[in-house]
């Protein structure tokens, strides 16, 4: 294996046109994906334009996840593929650079570099504003590696996107408003490779959203790991919580929904309830993972909450809000997760009964609690059970699809169809929902009325669209 530290390298790649192009790959959450747009735009001042293939990239991104096993190991098979690409492109004469970023970055910095030679560059999810000087330094005696949690905030020096660029990332945005978390539930890796729970001061928030609205943006989510622990600095030098941020953003036109994710039960305060009573920009849907419906594996897994409170909790935010629609996370096969305790789980989903859902066979984490529990689950329990699981939430999902059909429902378009001549969109509810109509409605929010529904989608013609029934 050659010593790729001493490789003698040009400190940037030059394109034909001068330019460079970058390919950044994200994996796991929605705030990666918004990290990975802001990467974009910080690399965009040193001449760096996003291409959509690692084909013809100078330089290759992973923003990386670390939540279960098998979403970090993805990312060694994908550093193998692109060093067969990159050893391609230097018998060619050219070069390409692989950086990691992310999660796994931040859980395992340098021992990426031994354990994935190619890789020339690791940076974590605090320090990506730094990429142009580590890119920079690519090809010196040490291989750069940044995962620092700086004392400046990324947040103040992160350049702004140019219009054209926003417009082409779509009318619906994320925004990421609160980082890190104080929870430390006992499966998950978060509070050591995001760190301790941080939230961004208002002003910056409401320019930024200020910023998408006017170029475009009709929808925004509002991200963090914890999102609704938010607390960040008002403008009145107070500490403001998610709720009352909310309310300031549905102040700023034309922005027309609101949305915000991941919560915790245990942080959603009367302030932000009384959002969902009050702002019709936000939208009645809420990701409200629970975990688990067994008490006895919620106070395991440190969840500070039980299932009778969780559900207490939906049904004071569905009389805040009637037409709330609810979905969650869960893991199955937790150490010493008993058929009891999964059973508890299938009974609280009935009782709520999803939207949508988001399940996984428990993945042990290096480092926290979990992973050194004794009692593990067989795999063969956990994929059982997680069958059983999934089969129950699908159905919630369907039948909800079904029970669409005949409502009249605002949906935001934001993309083409499937289809020449459809295009596509959200409902309020997150259901995607197809219809034939012309593009120039992409961007905009429009009543549709739901025909039919497919496996995962919804279809339907725009209200007051339908064509009158021949006369005989
Ligand atoms: N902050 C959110 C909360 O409190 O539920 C969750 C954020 S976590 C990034 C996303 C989801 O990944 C979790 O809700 C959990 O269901 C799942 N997850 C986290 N650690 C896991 C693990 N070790 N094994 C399996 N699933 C895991
Ligand atoms: Fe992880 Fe969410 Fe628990 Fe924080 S609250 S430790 S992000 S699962």
């Given at each position: 294996m050659p010593d790729e530290t001493k490789t003698e390298r040009p400190a940037l790649p030059q394109g034909d046109t001068g330019t460079k192009t970058v390919f950044i790959k994200s994996y796991g959450c929605q705030m990666n994906v918004y990290d990975s747009q802001r990467m974009a735009d910080t690399l965009a001042p040193a001449g760096y334009v996003e291409t959509?293939?690692?084909?013809?990239?100078d330089l290759v991104i992973l923003n990386t996840c670390h939540i279960r096993e098998k979403a970090a190991e993805k990312v060694y098979s994908e550093i193998g593929r692109l060093r067969v690409a990159r050893d391609e492109r230097r018998r060619m004469g050219g070069d390409m650079q692989i950086a990691v970023a992310g999660c796994v970055a931040q859980a395992e910095g340098e021992e990426i570099m031994r354990r994935?030679?190619?890789?020339d560059l690791v940076v974590g999810p605090q320090t990506y504003h730094r990429l142009p000087d580590l890119i920079a330094r690519v090809g010196g005696t040490k291989k750069p590696v940044d995962t620092d949690f700086p004392v400046e905030d990324k947040f103040q020096v992160l350049p702004a996107p140019r219009r054209e660029k926003i417009l082409a990332r779509g009318p619906s945005a994320f925004v990421t408003v609160q980082e890190g978390c104080?929870?430390?539930?006992?499966?998950?890796v978060v509070p050591y490779t995001r760190g301790a729970e941080t939230s961004r001061p208002v002003a910056g928030i409401v320019a930024e959203v200020e910023r998408l609205a006017e170029a475009g943006v009709r929808e925004i989510s509002l991200l963090g790991q914890?999102?609704?622990a938010y607390h960040g600095e008002g403008p009145d030098g107070r500490t403001w919580t998610l709720g009352k941020l909310l309310h300031r953003l549905a102040r700023i036109e034309p922005v027309t929904r609101l949305r915000y994710t991941?919560?915790?039960?245990?942080?959603?305060d009367d302030s932000l309830i009384e959002a969902h009573r009050d702002l019709?920009?936000?939208?009645?849907f809420l990701h409200l993972p629970v975990q688990s419906g067994s008490d006895r594996i919620l106070d395991v897994m440190n969840r500070k909450h039980t299932s009778a409170e969780y559900l207490r909790l939906i049904e004071t935010i569905r009389n805040a809000r009637p037409d709330m629609a609810f979905s969650s996370d869960f893991i199955v096969g937790f150490p010493g997760e008993t058929d009891a305790d999964f059973e508890a789980t299938l009974r609280l989903i009935e009782d709520v009964s999803y939207v949508s859902a988001y399940s996984f066979k428990y993945s042990p984490r290096p480092g926290t609690p979990g992973a050194g529990m004794t009692d593990q689950i067989d795999e063969a329990v956990k994929a059982e059970r997680l069958a059983r699981l999934q089969a129950l939430t699908e159905g919630q999902q369907r039948a909800f699809n079904q029970a669409s059909i005949g409502r009249c429902m605002e949906v935001l378009f934001d993309r083409k169809g499937k289809h020449p001549g459809q295009i596509a969109g959200r409902s309020p509810y997150l259901q995607a929902v197809q219809i034939e109509a012309d593009e120039s409605l992409i961007g905009t929010v429009a009543p549709v009325e739901i025909t039919t529904t497919g496996a995962w989608s919804l279809h339907g013609i725009l209200a007051g669209t339908r064509p009158r029934e021949a006369v005989a």
């Open positions: 959509t293939s690692p084909d013809n990239a994935a030679p190619a890789v104080d929870k430390f539930c006992t499966f998950c914890n999102v609704n991941t919560s915790h039960p245990r942080d959603m019709p920009a936000l939208m009645p």
